[in-house]
Structures are given as structure tokens and as C-alpha cells.
């Protein structure tokens, strides 16, 4: 997933070898994406990851959805 223009991700060299993370943190946003999409809730992830707000990971599945749906048009 290109994460680009998502202001809640970030690169940053030498952390986690430049993947993408979600900002301040070394969690990946894929991870979070792609729980959701095996079936966990915003609820579920967030008990998963509690340093990240429901509001950022409700933003990260937005922005993710949003970006495949402007690919595939």
C-alpha cells in the first residue's frame, strides 16, 4: 500500500529499515489495515494496539479504502 499524502504515516530511515509507520510509532499501518480486513473490529485492533486512538485507526482504514478505491477507478 502506498501510504503517501496519509499524514498519520511516516518514513523514517533507519526505523524499521524505512517502512512505513504510523507516526511516533513502530507500528505498521498495513497491520492495522490488514487486521481489519481479516475481521477485527476498530475495537479489537485498538485493544491490540492502545497507543493508537480508534480515531487514527478509523482514519488509517479510511484512508486506505479510499486510496484502493481511486486506484481501481
Not at 513502530?26 to 473490529?41: A, K, M
Not at 494496539?49 to 477507478?73: K, T
Amino acid at each position: 500500500m502506498d501510504w503517501t499524502g496519509c499524514d498519520l504515516v511516516e518514513r523514517v530511515p533507519g526505523r524499521c529499515s524505512g517502512v512505513p509507520t504510523v507516526v511516533g510509532t513502530r507500528i505498521f499501518p498495513d497491520t492495522i489495515v490488514g487486521d481489519y480486513e481479516l475481521g477485527s473490529s476498530v475495537e479489537e485492533i485498538h485493544q491490540n494496539f492502545p497507543s493508537l486512538s480508534m480515531e487514527v485507526i478509523q482514519e488509517l482504514i479510511r484512508f486506505a479504502e479510499s486510496h484502493r478505491a481511486q486506484q481501481v477507478a
